[in-house]
């Protein structure tokens, strides 16, 4: 509200200055004057992009944690977890997060900041490409787990009717170890 009041004090003091014929000085604050006020429906407008960005990419998090928290035992139920993972959460923050870099970088367009929203595009352009591949590799890495903890659930089941177990204890190999300790338990967990 200050900053309107001097703004509007500062174009009535140019009309004045104009009328009264003092032109030298009512020109200078022109110089001065007009770059702002020609660039203030700029920041206006970028204030307003961001602003509903920002109001999306609440809705979209909001939305997500409702919609995906089934997801969150979905870990846990397969083995990847001990607990419950806030996978709902996760999701939303990173659509979150991507959300208010695109509103960002569309505010800074609407700045003509050259300097600033070429470097933003960039990565922006850069993040973009990077989904699809993070999102492989965790499939990637989740459909590994899970073969693993298979492997290590088979050997644990047919290492032990193979009389490895006796045999290793005949040896005195685990001597010492964990009285629950066998040589298959050691063997699935390694193979895990």
Known sequence: AQAAFWVTILIGLMQALAIAGATQISSALHGVIDPILSYLPNVIGAALIFGIFLIIANVVRETLKAVLVFGDGMPERFGLATGR?????????????????????????????????????????????????????????AIFVLIGRFVSNLVLKTLPGTGVDSAVSELGLLKGADSGLTASTVIARVSM
């Open 85 to 141: 993972v806030n996978i709902s959460g996760i999701v939303a923050s990173v659509a979150f997060a991507v959300l208010i870099i695109i509103g960002a970088i569309m505010a800074f367009d609407v700045l003509a900041i050259e300097a600033i929203s070429a470097p933003a595009n960039a990565l922006l352009t850069d993040i973009i490409g990077i989904i699809p591949n993070v999102l492989a590799a965790g499939v990637i890495l």
